[in-house]
């Protein structure tokens, strides 16, 4: 293979790396042959590692952000194929090329269908994200999100800007806080919505999947109130779903999940559960509706009552016991 030799060790020559050959080894890609002490490119991947048997990675060209705030490890990345991403404790939570479809899934499946949503409540949703796709209509008035890790914060205000666009409108409280000690206060007015925007359950959005936290968001809801949280891969994390959905469904009278492909994220397919004091996901609002499909890159109502068809081993594993 034709490749300069360099005896030094690995070293990093601006955005690329290279370290040197251990072993004489061929290979079928790049195809060719390269010996001890050659010097190699390596792109840098970041993967997303799930039971030490599968990875989502994707290339990265720039590190913008890596750090350690109390809760977990925070990182932005430049990635080829996606644009920028947003990694939590090496998960990913969004990437620019993908994130609308998690953002205008988890909200405007509960907004098109509201009675009411002019309070509402993001737990976690600190890119900023699902806040844009709330704030982007007019009738909400009021939107409280309660985000925990400052951290999370400030990275995505300073290298995601293109995803949070509404952090300035007058109308977001946004509160570094646990979301979970919030849904327990019993002084606040009342939401029409609430979004569980949190990460995986792990670090600190382990609560997020908890009796006590969805109850408590029940209890925090008006009386036609809508929930809609994120809920795992239903293939990769079968278990954290069911469980999740089943949870829901011993407090809501009305638990639907549903599902969106979401190419960052690990499995592909993504799950969300809403859940309600009554209203139904086929209850939709034409006007809200409108609005939401003259702005959304995929939404829209085909899509919407789409997501709501479940696989037959997940009506199977609900129906079980
Ligand atoms: N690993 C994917 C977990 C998705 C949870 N939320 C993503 C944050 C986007 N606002």
Same mark, same amino acid.
């Given at each position: 293979m034709d490749m300069e030799r360099e005896l030094s060790c690995s070293w990093r020559d601006g955005p690329r790396f290279f370290c040197e050959?251990?072993?004489?080894?061929?290979?079928?890609?790049?195809?060719g042959t390269?010996?001890?002490?050659?010097?190699?490119?390596?792109?840098?991947?970041?993967?997303?590692?799930?039971?030490?048997?599968?990875?989502?990675?994707?290339?990265?060209?720039r590190t913008l952000f890596v750090g350690q705030s109390p809760y977990q490890k925070v990182s932005v990345f430049e990635t080829e194929a996606l644009g920028k991403a947003l990694m939590i404790?090496?998960?990913?939570?969004?990437?620019?090329?993908?994130?609308? &479809?998690?953002?205008?899934?988890?909200?405007?499946t509960a907004i098109t269908t509201a009675k009411k949503s002019e309070r509402v409540l993001i737990i976690g949703g600190g890119d900023g994200g699902t806040a844009r796709e709330v704030l982007s209509y007019k009738h909400v008035k009021h939107v409280?999100?309660?985000?925990?890790?400052?951290m999370v914060i400030e990275a995505c205000k300073k290298?995601?800007?293109?995803?949070?666009t509404a952090w300035d409108d007058p109308r977001l409280n946004v509160v570094v806080g646990d979301g979970i000690a919030w849904v327990k206060r019993e002084d606040l007015e009342p939401y029409d919505?609430?979004?569980?925007?949190?990460?995986?359950?792990?670090?600190?959005?382990?609560?997020?999947?908890?009796?006590?936290?969805?109850?408590?968001?029940?209890?925090r809801l008006s009386?036609?109130?809508?929930?809609?949280?994120?809920?795992?891969?239903?293939?990769?994390?079968?278990? &954290?779903?069911?469980e999740l959905v089943k949870t829901l469904q011993r407090i809501f009278p009305v638990v639907h999940p549903f599902y969106q492909t979401i190419l960052i994220y690990a499995g592909a397919l993504w799950g969300w559960v809403y859940a309600t004091k009554g209203t139904e996901y086929t209850e939709i609002q034409d006007d809200l509706m409108a609005l939401a499909e003259a702005r959304c890159e995929i939404y829209n109502r085909e899509i919407h009552l789409g997501a709501f068809a479940v696989?037959?081993?997940?009506?199977?594993?609900?129906?079980?016991?």
């Open positions: 050959a251990s072993e004489t080894r061929e290979f079928l890609s790049p195809t390269f010996e001890t002490g050659d010097k190699v490119e390596m792109a840098l991947w970041y993967d997303e590692v799930n039971k030490d048997s599968l990875r989502f990675g994707a290339k990265t060209t404790d090496d998960l990913w939570m969004c990437a620019e090329g993908d994130e609308k &479809t998690y953002h205008e899934m988890i909200t405007h409280d999100l309660v985000e925990i890790d400052g290298y995601l800007p293109e995803i949070g919505i609430i979004l569980v925007d949190g990460s995986d359950p792990v670090g600190p959005a382990v609560g997020l999947f908890n009796e006590g936290f969805y109850k408590a968001c029940y209890d009386k036609d109130g809508i929930l809609v949280t994120q809920a795992e891969s239903p293939k990769l994390f079968y278990e &954290t779903h069911i696989p037959n081993f997940i009506k199977r594993a609900l129906a079980a016991k």
